[in-house]
């Protein structure tokens, strides 16, 4: 029963995850903003960890340990690709609309909470559903953060605020990855040791 309840949960998320990927990125090269995009590889990146959750429901403890530590890997990569397209608009300028900004980062806010309401029901159901629990989080301070940005762009006149949301984003989700590479390998080792008690 657990097993199905997560699947259901599972597939809600990845389905919005997945949708707001899209509609986010193109709104965020429309209206370049280096936040949009930001935020959208970090839906992407919440799409994959879905996915891979999903797979990782009908696992053994140990298949969900490495589904959990690919989870982490996926994030680093993404987190890396967002930094360097905020080094890229640094360089060769960009001009922001924050009106667009604001009300896509509305829309995936709402569409966040409901993924990470849904997700903390079973955050502590296995390694694999507390990277799900994490990264809901991380998506709604990114959320935050690009509204944030855009109405100090749209305050100030200044593409600044939108590369640092970008910045920003780009290193929570690192943070998020190297966070669920440390509970994978904790969760690593107290297999083992379970396994081979006198090891331990």
Known sequence: MTASLQARTLRLVLGINAAMFVAEFGAGWFAESAGLIADSLDMLADAFVYGLSLVAVFSTVGGRVRTAALSGIFQLTLGTVALLEVTRRFLVGST???TYMIVVAAV???????CLRAVARHRDEGVHMRASYIFSQNDVLANLAVIVSGVLVAVTSRPLWDLIAGAGIGMLVLSGGIRILRASAVA???ARSERHPDRS
Do not use: E, G, W
């Open 96 to 98: 922001p609309q924050p």
């Open 188 to 190: 690593r080792r107290t």
């Open 108 to 114: 995936a806010l709402v569409a966040n909470a409901i």
